[in-house]
């Protein structure tokens, strides 16, 4: 291996999974540790891969290429196709929760056809949570802590045409001993009666 042109090592390298080359390669060796945490062998990665940024470089090509890789919903059955199952904190008020195919009696088809179920709450406050493990998800501590990948928290909602209600989403950025470190929330948006049942994200 001591004899392998560089170009052609870092070929080598660029067929080892990525979590490998960081964990394993890069302590074989300071000539590893250099190739591995060089641009290079992960814009060759990249590259193999399909993964571009619109940017003509990347400031941190290693770091593009893990967070390209997890740029993916980490929420557990956001629209309800298993009814409740990896929600906490589960409140019913009312009659509780449900879940419905789409659009349901009083709505309209939710924008993406890839979605078929949704819940639905009830005539008083419903409430559920979901605790994401960013490490169990692959995010390992130091990109965490450096990088601080950004966090993008999404939701639809929709009022049925028949009846008012009220919205809010909250989240909380927890650290290892849950602690908030951030918070959002959201102002309590009002749906009036008689609204036209249409999704807002």
């Given at each position: 291996?001591?004899?392998?042109?560089?170009?052609?090592?870092?070929?080598i390298?660029?067929?080892i999974?990525?979590v490998?080359l960081?964990?394993?390669?890069?302590?074989?060796?300071?000539?590893w540790?250099?190739?591995?945490?060089?641009?290079?062998?992960?814009i060759?990665?990249c590259?193999?891969?399909?993964l571009?940024?619109?940017?003509?470089?990347?400031?941190?090509w290693?770091n593009?290429?893990?967070l390209?890789?997890?740029?993916?919903?980490?929420?557990?059955?956001?629209?309800?196709?298993?009814?409740?199952?990896?929600w906490?904190?589960?409140?019913n008020?009312g009659?509780?929760?449900?879940?419905e195919?789409?659009?349901?009696?009083?709505?309209?088809?939710f924008?993406?056809?890839?979605?078929?179920?949704?819940f639905?709450?009830?005539y008083?406050?419903c409430?559920?949570?979901?605790?994401?493990?960013?490490r169990?998800?692959?995010y390992w501590?130091e990109l965490?802590?450096?990088?601080?990948?950004k966090i993008?928290?999404?939701?639809?909602?929709?009022?049925?045409?028949?009846?008012?209600c009220?919205?809010?989403?909250?989240?909380k950025?927890l650290?290892e001993?849950?602690?908030?470190?951030?918070?959002?929330?959201?102002?309590?948006?009002?749906?009036?009666q008689?609204?036209?049942?249409s999704w807002?994200e």
């Amino acid at each position: 291996m001591e004899s392998l042109p560089e170009a052609v090592l870092i070929r080598i390298l660029a067929a080892i999974p990525a979590v490998e080359l960081v964990l394993v390669c890069r302590l074989v060796c300071c000539q590893w540790k250099n190739l591995v945490d060089g641009a290079e062998l992960w814009i060759l990665k990249c590259q193999q891969e399909g993964l571009t940024t619109a940017e003509s470089d990347a400031e941190n090509w290693q770091n593009f290429y893990f967070l390209s890789k997890k740029k993916k919903n980490l929420i557990k059955n956001p629209c309800g196709e298993e009814d409740l199952e990896h929600w906490g904190e589960v409140e019913n008020g009312g009659d509780g929760w449900k879940v419905e195919e789409l659009p349901g009696d009083f709505g309209k088809e939710f924008p993406s056809e890839e979605v078929h179920k949704y819940f639905v709450t009830s005539y008083e406050w419903c409430k559920k949570a979901q605790v994401i493990d960013l490490r169990a998800e692959g995010y390992w501590e130091e990109l965490m802590d450096t990088t601080q990948p950004k966090i993008m928290v999404r939701d639809w909602y929709a009022g049925r045409r028949d009846a008012g209600c009220l919205y809010e989403l909250c989240v909380k950025l927890l650290s290892e001993n849950e602690d908030v470190l951030a918070e959002y929330k959201s102002e309590t948006v009002t749906i009036p009666q008689d609204n036209d049942g249409s999704w807002t994200e």
